[in-house]
């Protein structure tokens, strides 16, 4: 039986302690079938590993949500996107923040992203095809900052760029084990770091680069 959005929301996310209104409205709003590989298409709101052309996974509907709401993402607020992927997750958080700067490092992937999103009318997003673990580094500072793939340790150039009072989302772990870390930019000198829960996620690529470590 096909999964529909509303049988998510109930069935899936809620119980899961998915209960911020703003976040369930924002995946309300979003088709997630629009960002799902075609062959998919009748599991796009399914609790699966959907497989991307790139070897990835496109991330569960509960991570997505659970992504939402531990950011609290307020209108103002400017966001970075580490991993563009399906788009999927660039387009929820567009519509709730003021601005989205997504960086990848494969051009075919934005494209993809860029073609989904086009359903959506959104201004706010800007694409940057780069390499996050080689020696591209952030221009400006963000109020919140995603990492849609996990990393083994903390990424203190993407730290450094965060605003005070911005928060970062970050899988911290080598598999099988891994944790959800929240971290939070409390003043211009210090940052607290916060595990949440346990779970796994696809590696991004390149983290082994020494210069991700900004030393």
Same mark, same amino acid.
């Given at each position: 039986?096909?999964?529909?959005?509303?049988?998510?929301?109930?069935?899936?996310?809620?119980?899961?302690?998915?209960?911020?209104?703003?976040?369930?409205?924002?995946?309300?709003?979003?088709?997630?079938?629009?960002?799902?590989?075609?062959?998919?298409?009748?599991?796009?709101?399914?609790?699966?590993?959907?497989?991307?052309?790139?070897?990835?996974?496109?991330?569960?509907?509960?991570?997505?949500?659970?992504?939402?709401?531990?950011?609290?993402?307020?209108?103002?607020?400017?966001?970075?996107?580490?991993?563009?992927?399906?788009?999927?997750?660039?387009?929820?958080?567009?519509?709730?923040? &003021?601005? =989205?700067?997504?960086?990848?490092? @494969?051009?075919?992937?934005? +494209?993809?992203? #860029?073609?989904? $999103?086009?359903?959506?009318?959104?201004?706010?997003?800007?694409?940057?095809?780069?390499?996050?673990?080689?020696?591209?580094?952030?221009?400006?500072?963000?109020?919140?900052?995603?990492?849609?793939?996990?990393?083994?340790?903390?990424?203190?150039?993407?730290?450094?760029?965060?605003?005070?009072?911005?928060?970062?989302?970050?899988?911290?772990?080598?598999?099988?084990?891994?944790?959800?870390?929240?971290?939070?930019?409390?003043?211009?000198?210090?940052?607290?770091? &916060?595990? =949440?829960?346990?779970?796994?996620? @696809?590696?991004?690529?390149? +983290?082994?680069? #020494?210069?991700? $470590?900004?030393?």
């Amino acid at each position: 039986m096909r999964i529909t959005k509303k049988n998510m929301i109930e069935s899936q996310l809620k119980p899961e302690g998915i209960s911020c209104l703003t976040t369930i409205d924002c995946i309300s709003k979003v088709n997630r079938e629009d960002f799902v590989p075609l062959k998919y298409i009748e599991s796009s709101y399914a609790e699966f590993d959907i497989p991307l052309d790139n070897n990835y996974s496109m991330l569960r509907p509960i991570m997505v949500a659970k992504i939402l709401q531990l950011l609290e993402i307020r209108e103002n607020d400017q966001i970075l996107e580490i991993g563009t992927g399906t788009g999927y997750l660039t387009c929820c958080m567009s519509i709730l923040g &003021k601005s =989205v700067d997504t960086v990848d490092m @494969d051009e075919n992937v934005q +494209i993809k992203a #860029k073609l989904s $999103l086009d359903n959506y009318n959104l201004y706010n997003i800007n694409f940057i095809n780069e390499d996050v673990f080689s020696n591209w580094t952030p221009q400006k500072k963000y109020d919140v900052i995603v990492l849609t793939g996990s990393v083994d340790s903390r990424v203190e150039k993407l730290e450094d760029s965060l605003k005070v009072n911005g928060r970062m989302f970050v899988v911290i772990g080598e598999h099988p084990v891994m944790t959800v870390n929240m971290i939070t930019r409390v003043s211009e000198e210090k940052v607290i770091s &916060k595990q =949440v829960f346990e779970t796994t996620l @696809d590696q991004l690529k390149n +983290i082994h680069k #020494k210069s991700y $470590l900004n030393f």
